[in-house]
């Protein structure tokens, strides 16, 4: 199916996106592969904070992605790697989006933007990290034309996850 994406605008998140954040992802279909609940809003405000500094110091971030409504229905964008596992030092896409807009190509049409901001950023190569059971999000890597790299457990939740690269 080739359809058109819809309009979509990447934007540095604010103090207002953290509760927006915590709005929209206080869903349990939305959070089934973060961790299955919704977090506090502390993590929200940390989250959008961290995300201000990386776009000032690298010029990306995870943004507020914003439908042609101006209303906030999640994040797509990049960021190093935050954890101790996994691909240290490597710059990871990733993308959560509120359930109300899901299927609607939302996340393919601002990861393509991503894609064009952090090569531009001078970025040699993303990574994307997805719990092997998310097919919404291990279809997304693929129309973005990412291949898998590596099949591993994660150390808290022990659940089977992929990585995905693409060069840039």
Known sequence: MNR???????????DEDAVAWHRIFADPDVM??????????????????????????LGFCLWTLVDASGEAVGFTGAQPWPHAWGP?????????LGRAHWGKGYVTAAARTTLERVRAAGVPSVVAMVN??????VAVTRRLGMELAETFVTPVSQQQGYRFRLDL
């Open 32 to 57: 089934e592969f973060h961790g299955g609940r919704p977090a506090e809003l502390s993590v929200y405000e940390e989250l959008t904070a961290r995300q201000r500094r990386h776009d000032a110091e």
């Open 132 to 137: 092997a059971r998310n097919e919404r999000s």
């Open 4 to 14: 058109a994406l819809p309009a979509v605008r990447l934007r540095v998140p604010t």
């Open 88 to 96: 240290a030092g490597q710059i990871e896409i990733g993308w959560r």
